[in-house]
Structure formats: C-alpha cells, structure tokens
C-alpha cells in the first residue's frame, strides 16, 4: 500500500465515522509535496468542503509563530534569551511559591518553565482574579489579566519545572510593548509577511474561507457552541469560545489566537527545517529545535525547544520520528512535526477539537507517514 493509499484511507475513516468533520492535510519530502489532500467539510450543515486554502483557528500552532518573532527580535539585539520580563513589563511581578519576588526570564516564557501553568481553576476564580487562558472570550487586555498573576502568584520558582501555560501570552504582551504596536504586527513583520504568509493573523482574511468548529461528541463530532468546554485525555478541562477571534477588546493571545491556512504554516515549517532563512539565523534555530529544558522531567524520550516538543529517544518516546523531531499542535483541532533527520514536514489543519490534535486522528496519520 502506498503512502498515498495510508493516508486516504485513514482520512476517509475519521470523516466518514463522524470523529473529522474536514481536515487538510499537507507532507513534504525534502521540500517536495508527497502528499497534499483537503477532506471534508469546513461546514457540515452548510456543505460546503475543505479546500486547501481553508483557513483554521490555529489555537497553540499560534506559539511557535510568536516564538520565532521573539527569537527574530533577540537576534535584532532588542531583548536577550535571558532578559527579565518585569524590565519590559512592570505590571508582570509575580512572587515564587515562598513570596519571593520571581525572576522570570525570556526563556522561561519560551520553554514554559515560568512558574505559570494552564490550571482550569485560573478562569474559575472570582471576576476580579480570574485569568483568561486564551481560549474562551474576554474583554481584557494584556496588563489587566495577567497582572492577576502578581496576586497569585506562580507554581514553582522559574527554571524549576516545565509546565504547559500561557507562557507564550506573557511574552506577546512584551514583543508587542517592545515592538511599539500590537502582537499581530510584530508577528507580521519579522515572520508571516517576509515569508509570505498572508492569511495567517489574528483576524480572518476571508470570512467565507473560514472552516466552521466543530467539538468531540458522544458519537460524533457537533457543532462548536459558545462557549464549550472540551476535556483532554488527561482529564484537563477546556474553555472555548470560537466568537472570541471577532472581539476586538480581547488581547490577542500568543498561545491561541491566530488563523491560518495549511499551506502558510508548512512554509513556515519548511522554513524552519532549512535552517530559518529569511526570517531567523540557521544559529538560533537550531537553538530553538534542540532541548532547552536539560533534565526537568517531561515524557519519556521527549524534550522541549523553542518551537515545541523534542524527541530525544524514539523508542522511549513511542514516536516513529527521528531523534531531533520537533512537533505540537492546536486543541481547535491541529496537529504538525518537522523531522530535519528524514527531511519530512507534516501539517494537519481539522476543523474538529479535540480529535485532530490529542485524538488518534494525528496518532494515526503520523504513523501512515512513516509505515
């Protein structure tokens, strides 16, 4: 069977028992397209298909866009790996655990090892303290929410553990101050439009491309309401609220609000595997898809980067990708990996949380690529 035929069958599977309501998925070799395939329905009740230039709430594929304008911005000389945030951010001084002040760096933001961590209890606390994860609505800005921080202080003391957070959040509101303008525009500069990425942004270039959200059902996928609370396998609860990428007065989340197409993030995949260029030095990236958080427990066989999880041990990790894989994804539905060693790009764009990224839909593909 080709790799082709794997693919096909698996995506015609997903759909046709209801679990994907529309996918589009692309796989490079070396650059070279070996598989490319819009499925689906980017609105079921509407029927209107996938098509390649769909566009898809990205949800945390928004980190390592934001991740790499950071670096962008570091090789500029205009903050450092291990700046202090309160330097750039004096509403952002929250204490350790003890009620020391914490010294959360750049690179705790990027690595997640700031002290912060996604707790669905931070949006369930009272009006005054709750902090907004990025998912679901809100009218607050940067400084206003996570300033919350300041009186709840952090986890751990930074450096100590990894956690995933709204680290990423953190750090837009800072390229954002430093770049004197909004997140979207500093993204735009140093990453999506030098690389011509032109529908990926905080806001939708076309509303009529725009793939509808669907959610995990009892038996298949539903319509997304607003809000939805979603639960991964491990048991974490998820606040969603799709009408949140069209309120203006909601911060523009690093970790979760920006759209795009399939194809403009696999050329920013591409760009990665060969080494940055014209957007970051081969230096930094290389950095950015090596671990960076030594020995702090994480999965077994994985690391993190910069950009994502790493794979350090193949067999360990129970991952079919070369040691040095770097890969993540999107609770709206995404899932991609870079393998530089074997010269492979995935990306999976679905309109359907969570199946399509901690689902075995992206268990399932990944495993066809490398059969």
């Known amino acids: 069977m080709t790799l082709e035929d794997r693919l096909n069958r698996i995506i015609d599977t997903a759909i046709e028992a209801g679990r994907i309501v529309g996918t589009a998925i692309l796989v490079r070799k070396n650059g070279a397209p ?6 689906g329905m980017a609105d079921r009740e509407a029927q209107i298909p996938v098509e390649l230039d769909t566009i898809f709430r990205f949800a945390s594929v928004t980190k390592p866009l934001v991740a790499a304008t950071a670096l962008a911005m570091i090789e500029k000389g205009l903050f450092s790996l291990d700046s202090l945030i309160s330097d750039h951010l004096n509403w952002f001084q929250p204490p350790n655990p003890d009620g020391t002040p914490a010294q959360v760096t750049i690179r ?8 912060m961590a996604y707790d669905p209890e931070l949006e369930r606390l009272p ?9 679901s609505n809100t009218d607050l800005d940067f400084d206003t929410n996570f300033s919350r921080f300041n009186k709840r202080g952090l986890a751990f003391e930074p450096g100590s553990q990894w956690a995933y957070s709204p680290s990423t959040d953190v750090l837009g509101a800072l390229i954002a101050k430093v770049h004197g303008g909004t997140l979207e525009e500093a993204v735009s500069h140093y990453i999506t439009a030098p690389l011509g990425m032109v529908d990926t942004h905080f806001h939708v270039t076309d509303m009529k491309r725009l793939a509808t959200p669907y959610a995990d059902g009892e038996t298949a996928a539903i319509r997304m309401p607003d809000p939805w ?9 998820l606040s969603f609220s799709p009408a949140r990428l069209f309120n203006a007065r909601a911060y523009q989340s690093g970790g979760a609000g920006m759209v795009g197409t399939a194809g403009d993030f696999m050329t920013f995949l591409e760009c990665l595997r060969t080494g940055g260029a014209p957007v970051l030095g081969n230096e930094i990236v290389s950095a950015g898809m090596s671990n960076q958080i030594g020995l702090l427990p994480y999965d077994p066989g994985m690391r993190f980067g910069f950009f994502g999880a790493v794979v350090t041990d193949s067999a360990l990790s129970g991952q079919p990708s070369s040691p040095g894989t770097v890969r993540w994804g999107g609770v709206y539905g995404n899932s991609w990996f870079v393998d530089p060693a074997n010269g492979l790009s995935m990306v999976l764009m679905s309109n359907t949380a969570l199946e399509g990224c901690t689902g075995a839909f ?9 059969a």
Do not use: E
């Open 34 to 39: 070996v598989f490319t395939r819009a499925a």
């Open 108 to 115: 705790h933001l990027l690595t997640h090892t700031s002290g």
């Open 127 to 135: 009006p005054d303290l709750a902090i907004n994860c990025g998912l």
């Open 229 to 237: 609370v979603g639960r991964d396998p491990d048991g974490w609860t």
């Open 362 to 370: 992206p268990v399932d593909i990944t495993n066809a690529i490398y």
